[in-house]
């Protein structure tokens, strides 16, 4: 992997946990819709009515008997069934990609010290100035360090990361 590639799905990290946490809500909202649609769809169900007329051969199949069939199978008795249930499928695809991006920058972040764990979240995940990141630093480590100190160690954090994948 690359370092832009890296730099890029670190600075893209708080972004996908909050797109992901939206999808989930998403997810769950289409997938309780999909299933009123669903109920709303097998209430109307209806036995066939005998009434003694002769039909024409070859003609109206049984559509309670397919209906029956789809909503067995799994299968979509609506149109609108179907595009929620297309939407679900993409927004899952979305979810998975997005779960993998996150795990992999929080392996990262796991696998870094602290010094360099400080400077990346700062500068990569929270887009902090460097002036901001050395105050932190200084804060939290006692150590006053130049911003091009600070650079170059985010940098060797960059490089270590994108030459583990």
């Keep these: 992997m690359t370092e832009d590639k890296v730099r ?24 309780a819709e ?20 002769p039909r024409r051969k070859g003609g ?12 067995a199978d799994g299968e979509a008795l609506s149109k609108e069934e179907a595009r929620i249930t297309a939407k679900i499928s993409a927004n899952r695809a979305d ?6 991006d996150i795990s992999l920058v929080e392996g ?13 979240r700062q ?10 990141t ?6 939290a480590f006692g150590d006053e360090m130049s911003e091009d100190t600070l650079r170059r160690m985010r940098d060797r954090a960059v490089a270590f990361i994108a030459a583990q994948m």
């Design 134 to 139: 050395a105050a932190e630093y200084a804060r």
């Design 60 to 71: 109206k199949s049984d559509p309670t008997g397919r209906k029956g069939t789809q909503l």
């Design 8 to 31: 890029d799905l670190l600075s893209r990290y708080s972004a996908n946990k909050g797109r992901a946490a939206r999808l989930e809500a998403e997810i769950g909202k289409l997938e």
């Design 123 to 132: 500068q990569l995940v929270q887009k902090r100035s460097w002036r901001e």
């Design 108 to 120: 990262w972040l796991g696998a870094l010290m602290d010094r360099e764990r400080l400077i990346i």
């Design 34 to 53: 999909a299933k009123q649609l669903r109920a709303m769809e097998a209430d109307t169900l209806k036995a066939t009515t005998l009434d003694g007329m």
């Design 95 to 100: 979810l998975s990609q997005l779960r993998l």
